[in-house]
């Protein structure tokens, strides 16, 4: 295309996730109580943790501490946008506005599924090297744990921000999506994409299944260790443990393969919209139910937390 046709826009219209009149109103409230739930149970979440020594020092819960902030960032990259986007009927993001957008969903989403697959790491450990587990989880290398997946989930996002931000776009600023998303954006642009598109495919696969293959092969070991155990009531025990993480995993990694792990030109928009709403909103909504509604150690660690506020001046 012959740069006269090049436009560098000054930003871009998101359609959201419905373009109905008559759905906006109703959707804005729906998503509006579902984040303003996944900020209160995932931000209680971490202060449960926070609050309770015992908790705080336990390798899973330092874990889960962790992905419940990084769940608060992940929803609340796209989520309030598309909101007030409802809401106003503006529909409009500007461009840098969308890079950081697109820089803080990826963050955050990457991050997640590394906070996953060092929890994958940790039952494992616990489960299956039981004599070891204090060496092999020692405090000091479950924060370096945390603190890569942190690490990793930045860096690996400013890959492709940088990236993105030396396109040019078309004419066309319109993103069929709710959020500013790597395909969408890949399709507006004007500029030769393939370099990106294969970095996409290539090493974005390799971050997305790389934890899911760990978190795979953590919970193959743990069921050929488990099935060794002689009573059922030491089988039901030991899979309780991994019950919660295991249903996280499968909403979270789930949609967002179904989406990711495809070739660019399979990637349906309408669908990718309807199945990004699980993992942006509906997940980091559900995690703190998940973790907790049978998790005697949070149940009771909430229960101090009341009582202490209970019996205060």
């Known amino acids: 295309m012959d740069d006269g046709n090049k436009t560098d826009i000054p930003g871009f219209v998101l359609l959201g996730l419905s373009t ?21 149970g995932n931000l209680l979440m971490v202060l449960l943790i926070r ?61 997640d599924s590394f906070l996953l697959a060092a929890m994958a790491y940790d039952r494992y450990a616990a489960i299956c090297r039981p004599l070891h587990y204090t060496i092999l989880m020692s405090p000091k290398r479950c924060l370096l744990l945390a603190g890569g997946c942190w690490l990793l989930g930045f860096l690996h996002s400013l890959l492709y921000t940088l990236m993105m931000s ?4 078309c004419a066309s600023r319109v993103i069929p999506h709710f959020f500013c998303d790597l395909q969408p954006l890949l399709k507006l642009s004007c500029s030769n994409t393939a370099s990106i598109q294969m970095v996409v495919f290539t090493e974005g696969t390799l971050t997305m299944v790389g934890p899911f293959l760990l978190i ?58 309807v199945v990004a709403v699980v993992y942006t909103a509906v997940t980091p909504m559900l995690n703190p139910f998940i973790y907790s509604l049978r998790n005697s150690e949070v149940q009771g660690a909430l229960r101090k937390v009341c009582k202490r506020e209970g019996s205060g001046p």
């Not at 008559?22 to 739930?37: A, D, G, M, V």
């Not at 840098?96 to 989403?109: D, N, P, S, V």
């Not at 025990?237 to 070739?263: D, E, M, N, Q």
Request: proline share 5%.
């Open 51 to 111: 609050l309770d020594a015992r908790l705080l020092h336990a390798p899973m819960y330092l874990f889960l501490s962790h992905l419940s902030l990084s769940d608060v960032g992940f929803a609340s990259s796209t989520v309030p946008k598309m909101v007030q986007n409802m809401v106003t009927q503006t529909k409009t993001i500007s461009h840098g506005g969308c890079l950081a957008q697109l820089y803080f969903f990826l963050a955050f989403g990457n991050t």
């Open 166 to 169: 030396r396109l040019s776009f």
């Open 20 to 40: 109905v009149p008559e759905l906006q109103e109703p959707l804005s409230i729906l998503f509006l109580f579902t984040y303003l739930l996944a900020l209160l």
């Open 216 to 273: 795979l092969l953590s919970y193959l070991l743990i069921l050929s260790k488990v099935m060794k155990v002689p009573t059922a009531t030491g089988k039901r025990k030991a899979f309780s443990t991994c019950s919660a993480h295991l249903t996280t995993v499968a909403l979270f990694f789930g949609s967002v393969i179904a989406v990711y792990i495809r070739p660019s030109s399979t990637y349906s928009t309408p669908k990718a919209r």
